[in-house]
């Protein structure tokens, strides 16, 4: 992409109304606006961050068998009251009627709906287990929408459920699904720790929030310092094998690590006491189990191998997709702009010529930025006519993880400077070299 024909409106000031830091960077790079309270446009460069973390998320939920899919965002009233969540839900949701004077809702979750679709099409125990979800829209009319796309009250959120014949079926589901938030979350540069929770108006007793530990946090969070050592890595993961996803389930979810709603004194004593702290995070997800709680208020059952009506074991579990932004700028940013890691950078790298205009600066570039868009690595490429000054500004801004300069001085020797945002460290070389860097 060339600068000189996006959309990117970078603010000079600092937004004096935004008062968490990934809030005001992601006004100042041009990322999001707001259209009301809690509800936000996504600008170009946001929502290329956006697709990114989606397409983290929907590769991982695949490679351990789950299955896409879209519900809509508009709801009857009625499936809700099958289930009696239409009053308990309360305020938060989005209620309205449409010119028939229906009851509608603009869904803040999806367990009702499809529930439904499962009790439609699934009657025998051999199409299961099955696990579908969906990245969609949600609408919340959270109390106080703040912190930008962090508590919005319209935010996309993936949301997976799974289906299965038996207790310990669900819960293989539930271990997995464990694993995938892991890697999905490691692949964003993230450390989210699960924590043992609150199943909140979703249900059940078995449930884990997914924390990122953030002075910004909205969550109080208390745990064992040895659970930040832990992380997932590379290994290899056999979804289908249920004792290596339960050893993995084990190995996060031993040591101590709470949020406030289940956080308990007496056994948080018993951490080493060098060991024991607490915290703010940020919630980006959670995992339930809640067993026959939707399946028995909405009838939906299978016939067993016995041939025996029973009701489907069922789960839930969310990723707060939208949320993901304002977390990793959260953990990753200094006081120049955001740092994106490498897994949901907008482009791969910036370019910025020194000199536009002149021509062997401006050849040089073009040969650079056709270089790397064939390789499939995305390029973000200054060519306005500005002060070096203002083009350094805007890239440190908006973060890219590597630039390339291009000035006529290094060019008279065959040399480029590729530098990391990461560490600010910079190497003169060859373009080919530079280019060779970042595959
Ligand atoms: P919170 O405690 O922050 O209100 P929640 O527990 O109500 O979140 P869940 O029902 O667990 O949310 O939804 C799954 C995920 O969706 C959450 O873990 C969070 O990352 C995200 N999420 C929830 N509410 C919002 C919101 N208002 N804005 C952005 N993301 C949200
Ligand atoms: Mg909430
Ligand atoms: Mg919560
Ligand atoms: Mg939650």
């Known amino acids: 992409m060339r600068l000189s024909r996006y959309f990117l409106p970078v603010l000079k000031e600092t937004p004096a109304d935004a008062q968490i830091v990934s809030h005001r960077l992601m006004l100042r790079a041009g990322m999001i606006k707001q259209a009301s309270a809690g509800i936000y446009s996504w600008l170009p460069l946001g929502y290329r961050v956006l697709r990114r973390i989606e397409r983290i998320v929907h590769e991982e939920q695949q490679r351990a068998g789950h299955i896409p899919m879209l519900m809509p965002t508009l709801q009857s009233a009625d499936l809700w009251r099958e289930s009696g ?8 949701m989005l209620r309205f009627k449409d010119r028939q004077d229906r009851e509608m809702l603009f869904g803040p979750t999806n367990e009702e709906l499809i529930t439904d679709i499962v009790r439609s099409n699934i009657g025998s125990y051999k199409q299961l287990p099955l696990t579908l979800y969906q990245i969609q829209w949600k609408f919340r009319d959270e109390m106080r929408p703040r912190f930008g796309v962090m508590r919005g009250r319209e935010f996309l959120m993936k949301d997976g459920y799974n289906f299965d014949l038996t207790r310990e079926d669900a819960l293989h589901a539930y271990n997995r699904h464990l694993v995938t938030y892991l890697r ?12 043992r929770a609150d199943s909140g108006p979703i249900g059940g007793d078995d449930t884990h929030e997914f924390l990122v530990l953030a002075e910004t946090g909205e969550s109080e969070v208390f745990y064992d310092s ?8 590379q290994r290899d993961i056999d979804y289908d094998d249920k004792a290596q996803c339960a050893a993995v389930m084990e190995e996060f979810t031993t040591l ?14 018993e951490v080493p006491e060098d060991r024991r702290r607490s ?5 980006v997800g959670q995992i339930f189990y809640f067993g026959t709680k939707y399946s028995d208020a ?3 059952t299978v016939q067993g191998p016995d041939g025996k009506s029973v009701p489907i074991h069922m789960g839930s579990h969310g990723i707060g997709v939208s949320r ?3 977390a990793i700028i959260e953990a990753s940013h200094d006081d120049r702009g955001i740092i994106w890691p490498e897994g949901v950078t907008p482009f791969h790298v910036g370019i910025v010529n020194l000199r536009q205009g002149d021509q ?5 570039c073009d040969g650079i930025y056709r270089q790397l868009e064939s390789e499939g690595l995305t390029a973000l490429y200054d060519d306005r006519d500005e002060r070096a000054g203002a083009k350094f500004a805007t890239m440190d801004l908006i973060g890219l993880p590597w630039r390339i300069t291009v000035g006529p001085r290094g060019l008279s020797n065959g040399k480029v400077e590729l530098t990391s945002r990461r560490t600010g460290t910079s190497e003169e070389m060859s373009p080919e070299a530079a280019i060779a860097r970042l595959r």
């Open 256 to 269: 101590y690590a709470r949020t406030d709603e289940t956080h308990d004194e007496t056994l948080f004593a």
């Open 279 to 283: 915290a703010r995070g940020i919630e």
């Open 226 to 233: 040895a659970v930040t050592d832990i992380s997932l890595g």
């Open 85 to 92: 969540r239409y009053d308990a839900y309360g305020p938060e």
């Open 324 to 326: 993901l932004l304002g």
């Open 184 to 195: 999905t979350y490691e692949r964003m540069g993230l450390q989210a720790i699960p924590m």
């Open 298 to 300: 909405l009838g939906a």
């Open 360 to 364: 062997s600066t401006d050849s040089a």
